[in-house]
T-cell receptor, first 115, second 113 residues
Framework: DAGVIQSPRHEVTEMGQEVTLRCKPI?????LFWYRQTMMRGLELLIY????????DSGMPEDRFSAKMPNASFSTLKIQPSEPRDSAVYFC?????????????FGPGTRLTVT | AQSVAQPEDQVNVAEGNPLTVKCTYS??????LFWYVQYPNRGLQFLLK??????LVKGSYGFEAEFNKSQTSFHLKKPSALVSDSALYFC???????????FGKGTTLSVSS
């Protein structure tokens, strides 16, 4: 299995531009998570999908952030408009089952820099 | 509310020596506990987990962790450290019925040759 795939690996954009991050979960996994990692705040859960349905989006910072999962093999995280404080590494993770003892498998991350 | 504490920002150990990376947690009810490792410019990799049963859990790359309910701890251990073990280690917890994994802030392990 190729594992969780994320693209792009690096993104540099100017403030105010739209940014779209992409994720392909592990085949057969039914739960998908988007995280953000910064030095100041560590790892933060942004949103959690189960069977393509958003279950918990309480971690999404503000309305500039949106996430979709149109099918079981693809998800996007969009930031519009982007701001310098959005600079971080964004991880996508998937698991078989989203609760209990199910472990999550992480993608390599997208390093976003907003200038 | 759930929380995880990793009291040490960095742990230094010589190659061949045993290592311990500490983790304490707070949840209501029985916890599900996890350890992940992150190498530079990589995603987190799952090492091991505790669900129930034996308090000593064995995982990948020779790592193990001991669940101690009375001390609410889940320390990561390895009998003999390798230079290649140098990385950032995260402890995480999820409570019964919960979905989100709550991660600690991470501990940098540095193994010297």
């Amino acid at each position: 299995d190729a594992g969780v795939i994320q693209s792009p690996r690096h993104e540099v954009t100017e403030m105010g531009q739209e940014v779209t991050l992409r994720c392909k979960p592990i085949s057969g996994h039914n739960s998908l998570f988007w995280y953000r990692q910064t030095m100041m705040r560590g790892l933060e859960l942004l949103i959690y999908f189960n069977n393509n349905v958003p279950i918990d989006d309480s971690g999404m910072p503000e309305d500039r952030f949106s996430a979709k999962m149109p099918n079981a093999s693809f998800s996007t995280l969009k930031i519009q408009p982007s701001e310098p404080r959005d600079s971080a590494v964004y991880f996508c993770a998937s698991s078989l089952g989203g609760t209990g003892g199910s472990e999550q498998y992480f993608g390599p991350g997208t390093r976003l820099t907003v200038t | 509310a759930q929380s995880v504490a990793q009291p040490e920002d960095q742990v230094n150990v010589a190659e061949g020596n045993p290592l311990t990376v500490k983790c304490t947690y707070s949840v209501s009810g029985n916890p599900y506990l996890f350890w992940y490792v992150q190498y530079p410019n990589r995603g987190l990799q799952f090492l091991l987990k505790y669900i129930t049963g034996d308090n000593l859990v064995k995982g990948s790359y020779g790592f193990e962790a001991e669940f101690n309910k009375s001390q609410t701890s889940f320390h990561l251990k390895k009998p003999s450290a390798l230079v290649s073990d140098s990385a950032l280690y995260f402890c995480a917890v999820r409570d019964l019925g919960g979905t989100a994994l709550i991660f600690g802030k991470g501990t940098t392990l540095s193994v010297s040759s």
